[in-house]
């Protein structure tokens, strides 16, 4: 009876149903934006909680603020429309998109390097009728430069409540 047990035990992981997030080629500082904006989009990872707070059920696009740092990114994630816009000059049309269609409307800061770690921000920006507000509460990413496979690894996310 204990050696049956035993062998269930060790064949349960074979027959979990989870779904495993695919891994994701990280070889450029862009990628780890991509990473983080994937994981956002699908509700997953250390993301879920953040993403369920802030993508509605009626939510279709996710604005990003617009930065010499954020091009080339993607514009489809999942079941979202990814737009990449200018602050200045969207700042009406992001206002009636937030107000009518809970949009969201991201800014993602630029990468600082702390010796072999990489980290950057996540912010959310409320479109009030004549300005941008960037938030203070927003989630921090670090990814590590690993030398030896010459790619970038996530080793955290923290969230502000």
Known sequence: MKNLLSGLLLLLPAFSFAQKDEPMELWYQKDCYKFVLTKFANHTGTMTETANKMLKPDTKTIYIIKT?????LPTHIG????????????????????????AVILYLSKILNHYDFYSFWMLPVKAKKHELQYGTKGCSFTF????????FEHRQTECSK
């Open 68 to 72: 010499a740092f954020t091009d080339s």
């Open 79 to 102: 079941a979202y429309d990814i737009k990449y816009v200018d602050a200045d000059s969207a700042q009406p049309m992001l206002y009636q998109e937030q107000k009518d269609h809970h």
């Open 144 to 151: 590590e430069y690993n030398m030896g496979t010459s790619k």
